[in-house]
Structure formats: structure tokens, C-alpha cells
């Protein structure tokens, strides 16, 4: 299950993480969301504009939303620091964990988790009524790497808090007993490395994004005898064409002030963007160390970082 920890246990093709359901843009609401995954389906959305307009909530902050079986997966994710066992424990009979596959003591689904899943699935059934959804819970120690994955049955009358027992558990972290003893982070990694050179496939959360927003640029650039030069919604255009994604303007802009820019990766001249040394280098550590495309050694990377300094001295002048 992807959450913010990038855990996968289900490998889901995941779409949203910490992603809003609606985006308020001078008071009219769109739902990218929704787009996203109209065209993973190849079908149209029955949510009209007026549905958009009525349903639309700037409070439906959704943990993560996947695909997998032709099925929407919406989970949300809850922290618990009570432990019944643990996947960390070592036993002197191992036999205790075939029978013992409590990890919490039945904790709570309620408050604002609880009304935006609800809100989450009425949504997802009336724009896309012809294809499953499921609602889950991922509850997770804050310190541990021990989980409980639950499937959560949204009832028909709104309830204020769901109980999540043994009834309702679909996975936890004794089932991985023997993998996560061996490695505790073994669970919050990628099955294997990347075959793609953008970086498709990672999460698209904020640091998914970001690296998707370098991965486009580093990769054009590289080809390009000249400084490549950009704009705000060049990034996103690169994004729509690279991802199939529609980022708003404002998390674009978040990623290119708080991340890129602020360390050193992207440059600003003038109105435009521009990449830097440090952002070629940055790519193709990142290509090195997250996908099986990397076949450059030190002295490749040297000769990358050269050219984009004689780039850049040639179109700004300065460094």
C-alpha cells in the first residue's frame, strides 16, 4: 500500500498521495483527481459541472488513491502507537505468530479520516458507476514499521466512528515477519528499480513530482545543444506530456521555489527557469540510484556538468 512512508504491500498503481479531491481555482471547483483517473480508464466521468460545482470541498485531503484490478483503491491512514505484537519481536517459539495476527488493539476510524473517505467513495461510485471501489485503512506505528491494512465497508447511514477489528483486517506486518526482521525498512522501499529514465512509476506525491518535474527537464536538456529555458506552465505542459498528470499551478510552483530552486537544482533568470550543474548532477545521481537506465561513469557525469556551465555562461553570462 503506498502511503506518505511509500509502503507498497499491494502494488497498487497509485495516483494520488496526500492529494486534494477538489481545487477551489477563483471559486470554481475542477477535480484533476477525477480527470487522472478518467484517463487511466479510457471513460468519460459522470460528474457534470454542476456536480462539480455542488459537491466540491476544499476538506477532502485523500491519503492515497491507486488502481489495481480495474478496481479504485481509496485508503486512508491512521498512526497507532498501542502494540498487541510485533513483526520486530523476537520469540523463542516462533510458532506463537501463526496464531497471533493482532498487531493494534481494534483502533478507531473516526473525525475527519472517517467523513473523507466516506466522501471519497460517494464521489469516485458517481463519477465512475460501472467500476469497482474499495475503502481501506492503513494503521501504522509511528516509530515501528508495524501496520494493519483493513478493508472499511462505508455504511449507508453517516457514522462518526468505525471500529476496526480482527473482522475487518486484510493484511498487517506479521505476515512479513521474517522479511522485515532482516531489514525493518524493507517494506517502505521500491520492489526494484525504475525501467524508465522520467522516473515513471514512482508515487506521485510532492517529492514524486518534484523528481518527475527534474526528470523532464534534465532528460530534454541533455539532448540539447543549447540552455533550455522555462516558464511555470512549460512545467506543466511537460508533466501533462511526460505523466499524463494535470498538477495545478500552485504545487508547480511550490516545487520549483521550496525544492528545486531552494536547493540549488534550477536556476532563476529573469522570468524564465533554467537548470543548473548541481540539477544535472542531481539527475543523474538520482538515475543512478532509482532505475536501471544509468550507464555513466564519474567522468560522464564531470562532462555533463561542463557542458551545462559552458551552456549557461553562453545564454546568461554568469554561473
Same mark, same amino acid.
Given at each position: 500500500?503506498?502511503?506518505?512512508?511509500? /509502503?507498497?504491500?499491494?502494488?497498487?498503481?497509485?495516483?494520488?498521495?496526500?492529494?486534494?479531491?477538489?481545487?477551489?481555482?477563483?471559486?470554481? +471547483?475542477?477535480?484533476?483527481?477525477?480527470? &487522472?483517473? %478518467?484517463?487511466?480508464? @479510457?471513460?468519460d466521468? &459522470? !460528474?457534470? #459541472?454542476?456536480?462539480?460545482?455542488?459537491?466540491? %470541498?476544499?476538506? %477532502?485531503?485523500? #491519503?492515497?488513491? *491507486?488502481?489495481?484490478?480495474?478496481?479504485?483503491?481509496?485508503?486512508?491512514?491512521?498512526?497507532?502507537?498501542?502494540?498487541? #505484537?510485533?513483526?520486530?519481536?523476537?520469540?523463542?517459539?516462533?510458532?506463537?505468530?501463526?496464531? @497471533?495476527?493482532?498487531?493494534?488493539n481494534?483502533?478507531?476510524?473516526?473525525?475527519e479520516?472517517?467523513?473523507?473517505?466516506?466522501?471519497?467513495?460517494?464521489?469516485?461510485?458517481?463519477?465512475?458507476? #460501472?467500476?469497482?471501489?474499495?475503502? !481501506?485503512?492503513?494503521?501504522?506505528?509511528?516509530?515501528?514499521?508495524?501496520?494493519?491494512?483493513?478493508?472499511?465497508?462505508?455504511?449507508?447511514?453517516?457514522?462518526?466512528?468505525?471500529?476496526?477489528?480482527?473482522?475487518?483486517v /486484510?493484511?498487517? %506486518?506479521?505476515?512479513? =515477519? =521474517?522479511?522485515?526482521?532482516?531489514?525493518?525498512e524493507?517494506?517502505?522501499?521500491?520492489?526494484?528499480?525504475?525501467?524508465?529514465?522520467?522516473?515513471? *512509476?514512482?508515487?506521485?506525491?510532492?517529492?514524486?513530482?518534484t523528481?518527475?518535474?527534474?526528470?523532464?527537464?534534465?532528460?530534454?536538456? !541533455?539532448?540539447?545543444? =543549447?540552455? !533550455?529555458?522555462?516558464?511555470?506552465?512549460?512545467?506543466?505542459?511537460?508533466?501533462?506530456?511526460?505523466?499524463?498528470?494535470?498538477?495545478? /499551478?500552485?504545487?508547480?510552483?511550490?516545487?520549483?521555489?521550496?525544492?528545486?530552486?531552494? &536547493?540549488?537544482f534550477?536556476?532563476?533568470?529573469?522570468?524564465?527557469?533554467?537548470?543548473?550543474?548541481?540539477?544535472?548532477?542531481? +539527475?543523474?545521481?538520482?538515475?543512478?540510484?532509482?532505475?536501471?537506465?544509468?550507464?555513466?561513469?564519474?567522468?560522464?557525469?564531470?562532462? =555533463?556538468?561542463?557542458?551545462?556551465?559552458? /551552456?549557461?555562461?553562453? @545564454?546568461?553570462?554568469f554561473?
Amino acid at each position: 500500500m503506498a502511503a506518505a512512508d511509500h /509502503r507498497n504491500i499491494e502494488k497498487l498503481k497509485v495516483y494520488g498521495v496526500h492529494s486534494l479531491l477538489w481545487h477551489q481555482v477563483k471559486k470554481v +471547483y475542477a477535480a484533476p483527481l477525477i480527470n &487522472q483517473l %478518467s484517463r487511466v480508464f @479510457k471513460i468519460d466521468s &459522470q !460528474l457534470s #459541472d454542476g456536480d462539480l460545482q455542488r459537491l466540491g %470541498s476544499d476538506a %477532502s485531503l485523500i #491519503d492515497v488513491v *491507486g488502481v489495481r484490478e480495474d478496481e479504485i483503491w481509496i485508503v486512508q491512514t491512521l498512526w497507532e502507537k498501542r502494540l498487541i #505484537d510485533s513483526a520486530t519481536t523476537n520469540r523463542q517459539f516462533g510458532i506463537r505468530s501463526l496464531f @497471533k495476527m493482532r498487531v493494534f488493539n481494534d483502533p478507531s476510524l473516526a473525525g475527519e479520516s472517517l467523513a473523507t473517505l466516506t466522501r471519497a467513495e460517494f464521489i469516485m461510485r458517481k463519477a465512475f458507476p #460501472d467500476v469497482p471501489v474499495r475503502t !481501506l485503512c492503513l494503521v501504522m506505528h509511528p516509530e515501528k514499521p508495524d501496520f494493519e491494512l483493513h478493508h472499511v465497508a462505508i455504511p449507508k447511514i453517516p457514522a462518526t466512528e468505525i471500529v476496526l477489528g480482527e473482522e475487518t483486517v /486484510r493484511k498487517t %506486518s506479521l505476515m512479513f =515477519e =521474517e522479511q522485515i526482521q532482516q531489514d525493518h525498512e524493507s517494506l517502505w522501499t521500491m520492489p526494484e528499480r525504475l525501467d524508465d529514465r522520467l522516473f515513471r *512509476g514512482l508515487p506521485p506525491c510532492r517529492g514524486g513530482r518534484t523528481l518527475g518535474i527534474l526528470g523532464s527537464m534534465a532528460s530534454r536538456q !541533455l539532448e540539447s545543444q =543549447e540552455l !533550455l529555458i522555462w516558464k511555470e506552465r512549460h512545467f506543466m505542459d511537460g508533466l501533462r506530456e511526460d505523466f499524463n498528470l494535470d498538477v495545478p /499551478r500552485d504545487k508547480v510552483r511550490h516545487d520549483l521555489v521550496d525544492r528545486l530552486t531552494g &536547493q540549488g537544482f534550477i536556476r532563476k533568470w529573469e522570468s524564465f527557469y533554467h537548470l543548473t550543474t548541481r540539477g544535472i548532477a542531481r +539527475y543523474l545521481y538520482c538515475l543512478a540510484k532509482y532505475t536501471k537506465q544509468a550507464n555513466r561513469g564519474p567522468m560522464d557525469v564531470l562532462d =555533463e556538468c561542463i557542458k551545462q556551465r559552458d /551552456r549557461i555562461l553562453e @545564454k546568461c553570462g554568469f554561473v
